[in-house]
């Protein structure tokens, strides 16, 4: 599916590491809820829910900021925990609470009796909604598509719904180390499956959301989160359209482990904005991209701010290629849009005339 | 106040770095929930305000932990905002929701009418506390107190209530930098007061909680938070008591800034359990003690979970002085006790046994 158009748009050479003629951004969350067309299509939904699995209303959504502000990619309007509902475990959002599951692993057995789920035959509203947007983008800006990580996908698995510590998921990894293997195996093996499914429908680039990757001990990092995070790498360099797309993988407050994710066989990580983005750069080198990293908070500060910050990050990241520009994290729903604007025409703007990035 | 016993403790020489006869341990937030002795007198108090502010109860609570666990330490039962108390922002708590200031601050003309609190005069009922609990421990454990540092208090007083990002608070930072750092003088001055008269009230060892300096991307933390930490130290050391207390910072999720944490002049360093305690060492090498870093979701696990990875972070630690083992977060309200036992008499078992900690 990839042609030459979109194999020269920045946000993909910038992820190949290429020389580009401006840094390229988009925005972690860009469709959502700081948008009123956005709320404005979610209330015709009638639920988040419906809204992500809609394929025409999910298209509509992911489309919203590129109208707007001049973003350099799209992302799948999509929830993360679509893999689990389509193991059987009941997605469902209670307003206020965010995302739970009916049907959370309670024993050996649960886990066990998992299948990987078939993309295309459960998973049919997503694969819809990418060739739609694939179609609807026309070209203009290319397309992610994304899943949350193993360990991510586990947590809510096991404990049915948010927390601030994952306590149940963290104790099946120290109590019964084998049984949470079985588990992240399943579920590597089903978000390798879901991400090369979202590639052949024409997703162009694919990311890997490690957002509880970061409530690790470093040696359970390693264990439970980065050993299937490779895993899931490995085997979408076997798949044959895959294997050509730039991969991302985001384990947001990992940064102790940076090299080692940069070791996975990615193409890029995202990076966090609790460090430096040219320590970052120091510590990985040319191995991979990076993605980021300015805190989401600085859209709540002035226009001055905003543009002072952006700089700060674009001067810290350097004259190096192989830098996409983005939040540390989702951008929150109180944000007022014009500072979105302010964000990326700033980032176009100084990466152009500035010294910062090399010219393609 | 000090004495020759109380130089001897163990957890007094590992804050010094001397060799000790096995590791001492205290947990963060001990006197607390997960106890029904604890839950029993919160109850009869009527209020955790009033079990705050009642120094009979708070002597109470605070031993309590000590009856039932061969515990190194006593940290003073209080909360970290008595002082935007003191300074008449109106702290309450709303059951379930945490703590709630009645008057946050909304201006510059807030801000500049803050004064510094006298803490005998302002903080009474906090310094009688002390007074009390020293006197009933009569020697058996140190005791540490405590305040929330500069930033951290801000946090609270701008926002006027706990937030994910605290978007306020940091926008004001990018926004008026000269007007927030006029709140932080303050309250860096009111810290240290507060800190050196705990010290002359008797507490052996005094801790600042920057629990939200980890929010902060790197520069912002340089200015904002570790400034003002760096402050309280140079201002602690010049007050003739409490130059002498041993001081244990500690920035959570700021992992990113151990070194220049230990250059603040402080003792020790609080360390969360997101790093290798061992890699943590070897940054800051033998210029300050090092406390923690157990993830506290062990003590969820089983006790043979908890006592292979208490080893696992005497181990990672290394045959050094200078350690003193405490969870790298506050205990949860859902903890077994009998798990707390668990980890402090293992703690001290495989220290004592093992090669782990040189003998003094």
Known sequence: MPNTAARDHRFLRALRREPVDMTPVWIMRQAGRYLPEYRATRQRAGSFLALAKTPELACEVTLQPLARFALDAAILFSDILTVPDAMGLGLHFVEGEGPKLA????????????????PE???GYVMDAVRLIRRELAGRAPLIGFSGSPWTLACYMIEGEGSASFARAKALAWN??????????????SVAAYLAAQAAAGAQALMVFDTWGGLLAPAQFREFSLR????????????????????????????AHLEALADTGCAALGVDWTISIGEARRRVGSRVALQGNLDPVVLAASPDAIRREVQAVLD???AHSGHVFNLGHGITPDIDPAH??????????MSRNGAAVSTG
């Open 121 to 123: 035959r459960d998973l």
């Open 103 to 118: 049907r959370p692993l309670r024993s050996a057995a649960d886990i066990e009796r998992l299948g990987v789920p078939d």
């Open 316 to 318: 810290d990241f350097g």
């Open 340 to 349: 979105v604007a302010v964000l990326v025409d700033t980032v176009h703007e």
């Open 228 to 255: 299937w995070l490779g895993e899931i790498a490995a085997l979408l360099k076997a798949d044959p359209v895959a294997k050509d797309m730039p991969l991302i993988l985001f384990s947001k407050g990992a940064n």
């Open 176 to 189: 019964e180390p084998a049984l949470m293997h079985t588990l992240l195996d399943t579920l590597a093996k």
